[in-house]
């Protein structure tokens, strides 16, 4: 399955709530996530622009794997995920095969959802504001072109292309 997603800097989630609100946006969970991202022992995922991620979301924790980027406007990716039991024992498996930890990412996160997208607004911790678009499809190209009508209409036109990892880890 593929990650389409857009993303930008959020000067004022009030009026972004507001404007979500007034187009009919289904308001979701208000959610606290922290990811660990883990580096391959003899792959440099950011040569390779894959990820892997451990994250904790209100007590629960998901294993996700990001392929490398595909060529578009939007952040395009493969992505596989799927529920944990329990972290720490993940945490020491991937120590254990030698993956190492080398970057947190925490955030609170107001889900909205509209026309079949997930509309995110993301609080991150040294960061600042933010507002994701994202679809999952395999139709790239159709999925993209929602996702920019739907920026379009939020009257986003200034695009963030790099991951919150890429901007801690730059800081």
Do not use: W
Request: charged share 30%.
């Amino acid at each position: 399955m593929l990650e389409i997603e857009i993303k930008a800097v959020l000067a004022d989630p009030g009026s972004m709530k507001k404007l979500l609100r007034k187009i009919g946006a289904g308001a979701g969970p208000i959610l606290q996530e922290t990811d660990y991202y883990y580096q391959h022992p003899s792959r440099d995922f950011g040569q390779t622009n894959e990820a892997l991620r451990l994250r904790m979301t209100n007590g629960q924790c998901r294993v996700t794997y990001k392929g490398p980027r595909l060529p578009g406007q939007a952040k395009i990716r493969l992505e596989a995920e799927t529920d944990i039991g329990d972290y720490a024992v993940m945490k020491i498996i991937f120590e254990k095969l030698g993956f190492r930890q080398v970057g947190v990412v925490e955030k609170k996160r107001v889900v909205f959802h509209l026309e079949g997208a997930t509309i995110c607004l993301d609080e991150v911790m040294g960061l600042g504001t933010f507002v994701e678009l994202e679809k999952m499809g395999e139709d790239k190209q159709i999925i993209e072109q929602e996702l920019l009508a739907l920026a379009e209409r939020l009257g986003i036109v200034t695009f963030e292309s790099k991951s919150y990892l890429a901007m801690i880890l730059s800081k």
